[in-house]
């Protein structure tokens, strides 16, 4: 058979050209830039929309009541606030008096609830589905951006298998959890864990599929840089596969899960911010970490780094 030209040059212009797009993102998941000329070219696919707007949990910074801690918050231009669930319908009135006057926000919500979803038994469905809408209405009041949720933890029993039952199970529940989030103005946030933590629901991927399945403007999903060290093979790949079902970040060390920078050059987010600029991401980076020193060195540090890897990214 005679050999097209005309085909042949516009199939090899195509399979340059892919090959050169796959080639950039590739770089940007191995290492940071080591040149002004690599780090402006990397801002090339930025969304002006981007905004690198971090959170604290509650346990993050220093201050014996909410109060001390928001003048923390206020002191490095921290302006979101993520509070565990747990009793958190009993604290809005304290939280938003702490609040008020202040230009910080409260986040994520993380989790608190009892029981978990996939249990077989249905009085611990339960107990998750009640405690879950009672956080969920607290939210709402308190404007939160969604109330983070795992499916089960590894140590939790009697567990669903898994399998695609198990999958079709979970997008029913979560489609019902989403339109009460909804309801109230917030959303349900699905979280990937590693391995180590969750059998169910590791990548990225997964859960921003869950929420595509389910196509309910209340269920979103997260990133979590601890989890996606160990589960992931690209952070601006993970957070471009969740595009718009993303809805909050979580940020630690990459080895031991303690402030970004406490472990070295390990501790490299810029390919992960490249991604979340890339998709316009400004909702909100949260610390959820522990500290091996002292936390009034070690966390101005962690800011001052985060904010200078978003504007490498």
Same mark, same amino acid.
Not at 112 to 117: E, M, N, R, V
Not at 169 to 180: A, K
Not at 211 to 218: L, M, S, V
Not at 221 to 241: I, P, Q, R, V, Y
């Given at each position: ?33 080591? @040149? ?96 879950m809408n009672e956080i969920i209405a607290a939210a709402g009041e ?101 595009g718009k079902y993303l809805q909050h970040v979580h940020m630690a060390?990459?080895?031991?899960? @303690? ?26 980076? @949260? ?27």
């Open positions: 058979m005679a050999l097209d030209r005309r085909n042949f040059l516009r199939t090899s212009l195509s399979g340059a050209a892919i090959a050169t797009m796959s080639g950039t993102a590739l770089a940007s998941c191995s290492v940071k830039p080591t @040149s002004n000329e690599e780090t402006k070219s990397g801002s090339c696919c930025s969304n002006s929309k981007a905004e690198l707007k971090l959170s604290f949990q509650e346990g993050t910074a220093p201050g014996k009541d909410l109060n001390e801690k928001f003048d923390y918050f206020e002191k490095l231009g921290i302006v979101g606030f993520e509070p565990g669930g747990k009793g958190l319908a009993g604290r809005v009135k304290e939280i938003k008096e702490a609040l008020n006057g202040r230009n910080i926000k409260v986040s994520a919500i993380c989790a608190g609830f009892d029981g978990f979803i996939l249990s077989t038994d249905p009085a611990i469905r339960k107990q998750c589905t009640d405690t308190l404007g939160s951006t969604g109330v983070i949720i795992v499916p089960a933890f590894n140590h939790q029993t009697p567990v669903m298998p898994h399998t695609q039952e198990t999958r079709d199970f979970l997008c029913e529940q979560f489609d019902i959890m989403g339109t009460y989030a909804r309801e109230h103005g917030t959303t349900v946030i699905l979280e990937p864990l590693n391995r180590k933590e969750a059998f169910y629901l590791r990548l990225v991927a997964d859960a921003a599929s869950i929420c595509r399945d389910i196509n309910n403007p209340g269920v979103t999903c997260l990133g979590d840089f601890w989890h996606m060290t160990w589960e992931e093979t690209c952070d601006m790949g993970a957070f471009l596969s969740a060390s990459r080895k031991r899960r @303690s402030m970004p920078g406490e472990d070295g050059e390990a501790d490299n987010y810029v390919a992960g911010f490249k991604g979340l600029k890339m998709l316009g991401y400004d909702k909100y980076v @949260s610390f959820e970490c522990g500290c091996q020193g002292d936390r009034e060195v070690v966390l101005p540090a962690a800011v001052e780094l985060l904010r200078k890897q978003w504007e490498e990214a």
